[in-house]
């Protein structure tokens, strides 16, 4: 089992900057690869990043690339997503997520929810405009 705590959400202002955090034990950190997702009222969780387990690539939605960065601390167990230039359309409960890569060709990050084996509890962010 991996447990996975997110934190960092809150409300920011249009324009605005926040950086999420996940914490993750249970299991050896370097063997997942570390997903961000999110989910608005009335609408489907989608995706919106994936870390690979060194942190040397990333794979992003497209309504996110170039505001977005994600990254991971493998000494602290710990994925990130620095979000930028939010939108309103950004609202949304933001979850991370951890899928066991030995499961998928090298290179791949996945971008589907059935793909992550392991979800955090989610964490709210609200862009005012």
């Known amino acids: 089992q991996v447990q996975l705590v997110e934190s960092g959400g809150g409300l920011v202002q249009a324009g605005g900057s926040l950086r999420l955090s996940c914490a993750a034990s249970?299991?050896?950190?370097?063997?997942?690869?570390m997903g961000w997702f999110r989910q608005a009222p009335g609408k489907e969780r989608e995706f919106v990043a994936a870390?690979?387990?060194?942190?040397?690539?990333?794979n992003y939605a497209d309504s996110v690339k170039g505001r977005f960065t994600g990254s991971r601390d493998n000494a602290k167990n710990t994925v990130y997503l620095q979000m930028s230039s939010l939108k309103p359309e950004d609202t949304a409960v933001y979850y991370c997520a951890a899928a066991e890569r030995s499961r998928f060709l090298s290179g791949v990050l996945p971008a589907t929810t059935r793909r992550y084996d392991y979800w955090g509890q989610g964490t709210q962010v609200t862009v005012s405009s």
């Open positions: 870390i690979s387990w060194s942190g040397g690539s990333t």
């Open positions: 249970g299991r050896t950190f370097t063997n997942y690869v």
